[in-house]
């Protein structure tokens, strides 16, 4: 296996297509959405020409390769997750689709005085499903604060994490800082209390296939738009016996054993959790995304990847007023970069480098409001790496800051 940074980026359409006006496409915003590879693109417009039916109820031959095609999808996800079995993994709307179920199902097994434990990192994603739990059945939500390089601060664990703790949910990589978090800490911290863990994955599922055996982990959560798959489809990976004892958390067709006036009874995982007609075609597309990205060479990829964010994060320390928010060194993050530049507003800055210089970064607090007001900050510039970057892009944005600097200072 190897890496060819230019293969990578010949897969996608996008970076062919000549803008309209203006300069060339520099994107460094793969963490809000990735771009769609080729591959992935076919996929959806072969399932939607050759095999388009609803799935799991059909009986005619092209719903039965619906169906089969959405099943190998499943088979696609629980690969890349090494899952133990495909029925543990669940088909959403995306992660948030993905905390919601956990945050509402499992969260009927929980009541008064139980005590969840989410980080300062999180994304509203992973802090607000908490809060409505809150309101609902009485649980007690603390947080584990942040380090001033924008790490999980784990040796507070030590106090947060009580008798009464049921479940700790974090980010694998802070979409704000790119902290990689260091999980087995947590899942120590919780098998001493019985605690479950609950991982958000959005941010380091693109950056190769995870294991959540090997992590200990109970639930993992992700989606589609940001691992080079379709939008509108997510995956949450679940321990079967915990997905078993949840209740339904959505009622309607293909999540019932048997429906009566005198009461229903529901069907095993994953259909459960999956009511209604799912995203057949987005999940198709994704399962093609992950059995490719299952074939990349990710030391090399990340390697890479680490080679450009020293880049970034060197070619931001020589801008005057100029704060970094993540850990300065490589170790223990991804290429998820956020600063804050004194005197001008992220908004600002997006929108001249992308007009000088064809530069898509994200502006603003990254659904990540108690982190920005924590650091004192209303939002940052975030630049955000995948495989298809490479040195022409981390050109264009020095390049494009150091302008932003002189003309709007
Ligand atoms: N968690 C993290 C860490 C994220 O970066 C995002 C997307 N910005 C989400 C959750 C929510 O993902 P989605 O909008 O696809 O549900």
């Known amino acids: 296996m190897s890496f060819d940074p230019a293969r990578f980026r ?6 062919a297509a000549a803008p309209a006006d203006g300069p060339a496409l520099h994107y460094l915003d793969s963490g809000a959405s990735a771009q769609v590879p080729q591959l992935v693109i076919d996929a959806v417009a072969r399932h939607d ?5 609803n799935v799991k109820r059909g009986v005619h031959r092209l719903a039965e390769a619906a169906t089969e095609a959405y099943e190998t999808a499943r088979l696609s ?7 133990p079995s495909p029925r543990e993994v669940i088909f959403t709307g995306g992660t948030t689709g993905a905390i919601n179920l956990v945050a509402r199902a499992h969260g009927d097994l929980l009541g008064e005085g ?3 434990l989410v980080s300062m990192l999180e994304h509203h994603s992973n802090i607000v499903p908490w809060q409505l739990l809150q309101t609902r059945r009485g649980i007690r939500l603390s947080v584990i604060p942040a380090t001033a390089d924008g790490r999980l601060d784990l040796d507070r664990l030590d106090e947060l994490v009580t008798p009464r703790t049921r479940l700790i ?7 704000v800082t790119g902290a990689v978090t260091d999980l087995a800490r947590i899942v120590a911290a919780a098998r001493a209390v019985g605690a479950k863990v609950l ?10 296939p995870i294991d959540v055996q090997a992590l200990g982990v109970d639930f993992y959560a992700f989606s589609g738009h940001k691992a080079f798959g379709p939008n509108g489809i997510g995956v949450l990976w679940g321990r079967g016996e915990l997905l078993e004892a949840m209740p339904p958390f959505m009622g309607g067709g293909e999540m019932i054993s048997h429906v009566s006036f005198a009461g229903s009874s529901w069907a095993p995982i994953p259909n459960k959790f999956e009511a209604g007609t799912p995203p057949i075609a987005q999940a198709v597309g994704l399962g093609a995304a992950l059995d490719w990205l299952s074939e990349q060479d990710w030391p090399a990829i990340l390697a890479n990847e680490m080679r450009l964010t020293g880049r970034i994060l060197d070619g931001l320390a020589t801008i005057p007023g100029c704060r970094i928010l993540g850990p300065g060194g490589l170790q223990q993050r991804l290429g998820v970069i956020s600063f804050a530049l004194d005197g001008l507003h992220p908004h600002d800055v997006c929108q001249f480098v992308d007009a000088t210089h064809g530069v898509a970064l994200r502006g603003g607090h990254h659904c990540a409001q108690p982190l920005m007001e924590s650091c004192g900050l209303v939002g940052t510039v975030r630049a955000s790496l995948a495989p ?6 981390v050109d264009a ?3 494009g800051l150091a302008h932003a600097v002189r003309q709007l200072r």
Do not use: K
């Open 10 to 15: 010949a897969l996608f359409p996008i970076f």
């Open 49 to 53: 020409s050759t095999a388009r039916a």
């Open 77 to 83: 996800a629980a690969r890349y997750l090494n899952a």
């Open 114 to 116: 139980d005590e969840v």
């Open 169 to 175: 949910a974090v980010t694998h990589c802070s979409n």
């Open 199 to 208: 991982v958000d994955g959005a941010q380091r599922a693109p950056h190769g």
């Open 388 to 393: 298809y970057n490479d040195d022409g892009d």
């Open 397 to 399: 944005l020095l390049d």
